[in-house]
């Protein structure tokens, strides 16, 4: 079976911006607390969560009060779209790496579980959002990742099948709602690895074709 769609993550596969919500969440969080979320918290708990689900979690964990939720979260969302604007870059690796998967006849979609408005953002100056098939936030689907529902949902309305598929994804959440959906799962360390000769590769090694 020949692959027809690559479905890609977002934050630390398309656009390497994890670091970018780490410092804007941390930002936003030391106006009503003291606590700092480390880089290997940041990896082992909170990477690739939506920021209502980290909210929960500090509250769980007894560092912020529920009250300040609303406040920390559109706080996080404007030191999130700051950063953005100064950080993010056209990225030609990725805008090749798009173009050369459709002219192979490939379809291309994105889903992540950031908010719409940041994620456009990010992919626009990325330069690959018009390049997209189909794009879907958290704000799109009912259950985030780790739940499958969006790309289960990028699949039934594009018509392919799972076996016809591969999903890029770099957190653990994200990789286990890849790997739910029967589709094949590249997994990646961070955005610098998705590339024409990578994708190249897992292709050649998963699907009965040349690849391109």
């Known amino acids: 079976m020949s692959l027809k769609l690559v479905m890609f993550d977002m934050d630390g596969v398309l656009i390497d911006a994890c670091d970018w919500h780490k410092e804007a969440f941390n930002k936003a969080l030391s106006e009503y607390t003291d606590y700092i979320i480390t880089e290997e918290e940041h990896y082992s708990t909170f990477n690739g969560l939506p920021t209502k689900v980290k909210l929960k979690k500090l509250t769980d964990m007894g560092v912020l009060l529920q009250e300040h939720h609303k406040d920390v979260g559109e706080l996080k969302q404007e030191k999130t779209l700051d950063i953005i604007h100064s950080k993010c870059q056209h ?42 098939d189909m794009f879907l936030s958290n704000q799109d689907v009912d259950k985030s990742k780790p739940d499958p529902e969006g790309y289960l949902k990028i699949l039934k309305d594009l018509e392919i099948d799972p076996d016809e598929a591969m999903i890029v994804e770099d957190s653990p959440k994200g990789l286990q709602a890849a790997r739910a959906t029967g589709c094949k799962v ?25 690849g391109g």
């Open 91 to 132: 990225d030609e690796t990725k805008v090749e790496l798009i173009k050369w998967l459709k002219e192979n006849n490939v379809k291309v979609a994105c889903f992540t579980n950031s908010i719409r408005k940041t994620a456009c953002l990010m992919l626009e100056k990325a330069g690959v959002f018009s390049s997209l």
């Open 186 to 210: 590249m997994q990646v360390n961070n955005a610098t690895e998705v590339n024409i000769e990578n994708i190249r590769r897992f292709i050649n090694e998963s699907f009965n074709t040349h």
